[in-house]
């Protein structure tokens, strides 16, 4: 591994990297409301397991977006 291959601490945290993670926790919380109307659409109900899936995803949208907003600042 040369030099010019190795990373630097100035380069950990990017904002491509805030960008990124940013973007994940998007499709996370589209994901729990895809989760929610697809459930909807075939069985008129929401189970217990689908909430379950839902709360999980916007958990970890709304973490992933936190941390990036976390990034973007420091």
């Known amino acids: 591994m040369s030099e010019s291959d190795k990373t630097t601490a100035s380069e950990i945290g990017t904002v491509g990297d805030a960008l990124t993670v940013r973007t994940l ?3 996370a919380l589209v994901l729990a409301v895809a989760v929610a109307v697809f459930a909807l659409i075939l069985y ?3 189970s217990t397991n689908a909430l379950l899936g839902m709360l999980i995803l916007t958990g970890v949208g709304v973490g992933l977006r936190i941390e990036a907003a976390v990034r973007l600042r420091g």
Do not use: P
């Open 44 to 46: 008129q109900e929401i």
């Open 25 to 27: 926790g998007n499709v």
